[in-house]
C-alpha cells in the first residue's frame, strides 16, 4: 500500500506525447532508461500488448523496487534493471535486448526522490546534502560544497546551473562550510538574496540543479547513452527525450539535429571531408511542449520538452 501510494505521487508529464512520439505498437520491444515511478513504463506496456516487451532501467535502486510492484501484473513482459543508462548497450548486450523499436528518456528526478528518501534533493529538507541518484556513486554534494576550491564550485554553478551570482555564492558557501544539510545551503543562499525569490523561483534552485548534474555526471551520461540508444534502435524504431532544464535540451537538441545531417564539416570546407551519414531523421523540428491543460493540472511539467527522432 505504502509503496502505491509512493509511485502515485509521480504523475508522468507528456504521456500521450511520448506514446504517440515512440509509435508503440502490439509485440514492439522498448526501453525506459529512466523507469522512476513507471508512469511512462506502464503506458507503453498497454499500448503495445499483447506480446510487447520492456526493459526499464534507473540507477536508484529504490525507484526500482517500487517500480517492480507497480508493474508486476505485467509479468514476464518486464524486466527492470537497476543501473546507470551510460551503460546501455552493456545492459543490452547482457540481456539480449537489441534491436528495439523505441527508447526512452524521462530527464532529472521523480517526485518519489524529490518528497524525500534522505537524499537531500529538495531544498525545504533538512536531509544530507547527497544527492546521488544510486548510494553506489561515491561523490556526494557535501563532498563538493565542503571540499571543492571556490573558483571549482563558482564554475560548477555557472556551467551546471548557469547561475549568474555564481561567484558570491561560492564565496559565501567557502565562508560558511561545513553545510551539512540542503536546508543549511539554501537559508544561506535565501540570505544572501535578501531573504526573497526570484519571481516563482526559489533563489537556491540553479544551486541545487548544479550540484545534482555534477554529483551525476548528468551531461556526459546523456551524450554517451543518446548514441548508444541510437545504435540499439531496428531501423524506423524511435527516440523520444524528456528535458527538464535549457542544458540538457540543449545536448539533445544538438545530437539529434547533428545525427540528423549527412555532412557535419564545419561551414565553409568546399568538399565533405567528415564522412559522417545520418543515422535519425527528426520527427518534428521544434520540441513538443505540454498543453496549458497539462500544466495546469501538473505544474511539474511547465518546463517539459520532448524531442523525438527516428533510425533510419
Ligand atoms: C523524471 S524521473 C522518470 C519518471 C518516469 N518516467 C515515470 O513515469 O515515473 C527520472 C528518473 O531517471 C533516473 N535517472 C536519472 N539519471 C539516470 C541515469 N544516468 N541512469 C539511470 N537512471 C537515471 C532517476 O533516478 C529518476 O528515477
Known amino acids: 500500500m505504502r509503496l502505491m501510494v509512493e509511485y502515485s505521487n509521480h504523475v508522468p508529464v507528456l504521456l500521450d506525447e511520448v506514446v504517440a512520439g515512440l509509435d508503440v505498437i502490439p509485440g514492439g520491444r522498448y526501453i525506459d532508461c529512466t523507469v522512476g515511478a513507471g508512469g511512462h513504463a506502464e503506458a507503453i506496456l498497454e499500448a503495445s500488448a499483447p506480446g510487447g516487451q520492456l526493459l526499464g532501467i534507473d540507477a536508484d535502486p529504490h525507484a526500482v523496487s517500487v517500480t517492480s510492484a507497480r508493474l ?26 537489441y534491436p528495439v523499436h523505441g527508447v526512452l528518456f524521462d530527464l ?17 529538507a533538512e536531509e544530507p546534502l547527497d544527492m546521488r541518484f544510486s548510494p553506489d556513486q561515491r561523490l556526494t554534494a557535501a563532498d563538493i560544497v565542503n571540499t571543492y576550491f571556490e573558483e571549482d564550485l563558482a564554475e560548477i554553478l555557472r556551467s551546471y546551473g548557469e547561475e549568474p551570482h555564481n561567484r558570491r555564492i561560492a564565496r559565501e558557501i567557502v565562508a560558511h562550510r561545513p553545510l551539512l544539510t540542503a536546508r543549511e545551503l539554501a537559508q544561506l543562499i535565501e540570505r544572501m538574496s535578501g531573504g526573497g525569490r526570484r519571481g516563482r523561483i526559489h533563489p537556491a534552485t540553479r544551486t541545487f540543479m548544479a550540484l545534482r548534474i555534477a554529483v ?21 524504431g524511435r527516440l523520444a527525450v524528456i528535458s527538464f532544464h535549457s542544458l540538457e535540451d540543449r545536448v539533445v537538441k544538438a545530437f539529434m539535429h547533428e545525427e540528423s545531417r549527412e555532412c557535419i564539416c564545419p561551414p565553409g570546407v568546399p568538399v565533405c571531408i567528415c564522412g559522417h551519414q545520418a543515422t535519425l531523421r527528426l520527427i518534428s523540428r521544434k520540441a513538443i511542449m505540454p498543453s496549458a491543460e497539462e500544466t495546469e493540472r501538473n505544474p511539474r511539467s511547465r518546463s517539459a520538452r520532448l524531442r523525438v527522432a527516428e533510425r533510419i
Do not use: H, M, W
Open 108 to 124: 532529472g528526478i521523480s517526485s518519489l526522490q524529490l518528497a524525500g528518501e534522505g537524499r537531500g534533493f529538495s531544498f525545504r
Open 72 to 97: 508486476r501484473p505485467y509479468g514476464s513482459s518486464v524486466l527492470l534493471v537497476n543501473d546507470n543508462f551510460r551503460n546501455l548497450e552493456a545492459i543490452c548486450t547482457r540481456y539480449s535486448f
Open 216 to 236: 551525476n555526471e548528468e551531461l556526459e551520461s546523456l551524450k554517451s547513452a543518446l548514441e548508444q540508444a541510437t545504435r540499439l534502435l531496428g531501423k524506423g
